[in-house]
């Protein structure tokens, strides 16, 4: 019945364990990657924060549906305007925008004016291409892959509710169950020693007890050897 017990017990360390070193895997790296986007946001609001020439940019809209879709999360990577092609799709500055939205359109035709590069975009679900062309400077990246649904999540976790649910309560939960943990070992470890030690001392007693014995013995075989002499 112990043994059970133990096996149990260690199955059901072994599963929370391994919980636990899957969310950090996976919380870790979003967390330090939006911690790093925010910084650089805030230190450079003129570009687009980057992580090593890449950038990740989350999809609002369903305009390049099926190939992109909203809600996803999406990677782009810097390249210099003369490589871009026709077909590429590429995130940009949108020229009729405020300045700082990003669209991510497919390019038809790639026209040079004045030495000076410029993007005749359409998104693919869109019946018609897009009213501006993109001129060289607003160009962002091209598209690289996508990964989808990520976009959302992504969101999910820069707001308050987000950060609370996703990484303040997965980490309080943690510490928590290493705390119990280690107090219920250190119980378990007590409670072994104490049966141990008394184990030991039940031992002591008995060979003690066995001592005093064969002492008890001896004494009355030598008296009797010793009457028997007199006789």
């Known amino acids: 019945m112990a043994k059970a017990a133990k096996q149990k017990a260690t199955a059901k360390h072994k599963v929370l364990s391994i919980i636990g070193l899957v969310l950090c895997v996976i919380l870790i790296p979003t967390l330090c990657i939006n ?23 989350i999809v609002l809209t369903d305009s390049m549906y099926p190939e992109i879709q909203s809600g996803d999360l999406i990677i782009c990577h ?26 991510t359109h497919r390019v038809v ?36 892959k996508r990964i989808p649904g990520v976009g959302n999540v992504a969101m999910f976790m820069q707001s308050t509710t987000g950060l609370i649910v996703c990484v303040v309560l ?7 169950y290493d705390v119990v943990r280690r107090r ?3 119980k378990k470890k007590q409670t072994d020693t104490d049966a141990l030690l008394a184990e030991l001392e039940a031992l002591r007693a008995e060979k003690a007890a066995k001592a005093e014995k064969i002492e008890k013995t001896e004494k009355e075989e030598a008296i009797s050897t010793d009457a028997s002499r007199d006789v």
């Open 35 to 57: 911690i790093t986007l925010i910084v650089k946001s805030f230190t450079n609001q003129t570009e687009v924060p980057s992580i090593g020439g890449r950038l990740p940019l």
């Open 170 to 176: 997965p980490i309080v939960a943690l510490v928590a």
């Open 78 to 103: 810097t390249i210099e305007a003369e490589d871009v092609a026709d077909g590429d799709i590429i995130a940009f500055f949108d020229p009729a925008g405020n300045g700082t939205s990003i669209v």
């Open 184 to 186: 219920s070992y250190d």
């Open 109 to 144: 035709d790639v026209v040079e004016e004045d030495g000076m590069l410029q993007f005749r975009t359409k998104g693919d679900a869109n019946n018609t291409e897009d009213k501006m062309l993109v001129p060289e400077e607003d160009l962002v990246g091209v598209y690289q």
